[in-house]
């Protein structure tokens, strides 16, 4: 008896507590959702402004590196045409 004294003492409050959240379910839920979506829209906007930055930052580098890579060339070429020197024209 006393197993179905235990049984019955905690299945009744469990089963009062679904019954209610059934019934609150039509209730709670939009409002939850209507609560929810501005929250979610805020933390989509700042996943936009972060990946927007996220994209300059990629491009400012990649302009940086490619006006490198034109200096060192640009050098490179400066630095071919000293050492091969003036250049000599045949007399006729």
Do not use: H
């Not at 019934?23 to 929810?36: M, Q, R, S």
Request: proline share 5%; glycine share 8%; charged share 20%.
């Amino acid at each position: 008896m006393a197993l179905l004294d235990d049984v019955t003492k905690s299945f009744v409050p469990s089963a009062l507590v679904g019954i209610g959240a059934v019934l609150l379910a039509p209730v709670l839920v939009p409002a939850l959702a209507n609560g929810l979506r501005p929250l979610a829209k805020t933390l989509v906007k700042g996943g936009l402004m972060v990946t927007d930055k996220i994209y300059e930052a990629v491009a400012e580098a990649g302009e940086q590196f490619n006006d490198m890579v034109a200096e060192a060339r640009s050098e490179m070429g400066t630095t071919a045409a000293q050492a091969a020197g003036p250049k000599r024209t045949r007399a006729k």
